[in-house]
């Protein structure tokens, strides 16, 4: 067999391998597209945020809209609503005051039990673990952007 041959043959199976790796990719992202599904229906403040949001981050409204919380009628300002005074991450947004990071305490106003198993679980103490000789280690050995990558993205800062 001449060297064009085994150019040529290579050539095509190298675009059969390619045209095959598109096709997987465009099959997977149809999957992952956002698709027209029926949104639930949010009701009081939390319309207004539902369909402010799905214009602005769809992402979110689509993970609410595939949750526990949206098929039983919990929606945006059930849990996002803050106390100005109370809440450290609470800011005035249309015309109402909310927090961004719903946190363990948020959640214990509907959901107790839960709560107090997480309280007594040791994912409750994981911003403990910022400040400890592992993680002052850990830095050391491994660098700065290998902590920050693997243990401070979860751990990275105590909520309330």
């Not at 290579?10 to 149809?30: D, H, K, N, P, R």
């Not at 602005?56 to 919990?74: D, F, L, M």
């Not at 103490?125 to 491994?142: C, P, W």
Request: charged content about 20%; hydrophobic content about 40%; proline content about 2%.
């Amino acid at each position: 067999m001449s060297l064009d041959l085994k150019r040529i043959i290579v050539g095509i199976l190298g675009m059969l391998f390619l045209i095959a790796l598109l096709i997987v990719a465009w099959i997977e992202g149809g999957k992952q597209r956002i698709t027209g599904k029926e949104v639930p229906v949010a009701s009081g403040v939390s319309k207004a945020c539902v369909e402010c949001h799905a214009e602005v981050s769809p992402v979110i409204v689509t993970q609410w809209a595939e949750s526990t919380h949206a098929k039983r009628g919990v929606s945006c300002y059930e849990c996002h609503q803050a106390v100005k005074e109370k809440d450290a991450d609470a800011w005035k947004h249309e015309g109402h005051v909310i927090r961004t990071i719903v946190t363990p305490n948020t959640c214990a106003t509907c959901h107790q039990q839960e709560f107090s198993e997480f309280t007594s679980s040791h994912h409750a103490k994981g911003a403990q673990f910022i400040g400890s000789l592992d993680n002052i280690l850990g830095e050391m050995v491994e660098g700065v952007p290998a902590a920050v990558g693997g243990c401070q993205q979860c751990h990275g800062s105590t909520v309330s």
